[in-house]
């Protein structure tokens, strides 16, 4: 199985530009690759206890020359539950997730 891969893009109130850069980063890449649907970039607010949340993007497997240029770790496939599609196609969410997924 090929890891999936995350980036703390930070602070919720401040992660406006760093979404952005991996937003145009992304997308010159997945046109370039022909807009497949497995290639996808997801965020989620995670707070883990904290008292504010962070941004932390996530890469599918696919999109894997994206994370590793813009220093993106290995991680396990996030959970669906809150994600959100940042960049790539619709299709993503089907290709990706299963319907029993949370």
Request: with cysteine; charged share 20%.
């Amino acid at each position: 199985m090929e890891p999936w891969y995350f980036l703390n893009l930070g602070d919720a109130t401040l992660a406006a530009e760093p979404t952005a850069e991996v937003e145009n980063a992304f997308l010159q890449a997945f046109q370039a690759a022909g807009s497949p649907s497995d290639m996808a970039v997801f965020t989620r607010h995670e707070s883990e206890g904290r008292l504010h949340c962070e941004v932390i993007a996530y890469f599918s497997p696919a999109a894997h020359a994206v994370a590793e240029t813009l220093e993106a770790l290995p991680s396990l496939k996030p959970a669906r539950a809150e994600l959100g599609l940042l960049a790539g196609s619709q299709a993503a969410w089907q290709t990706l997730f299963f319907e029993n997924e949370t």
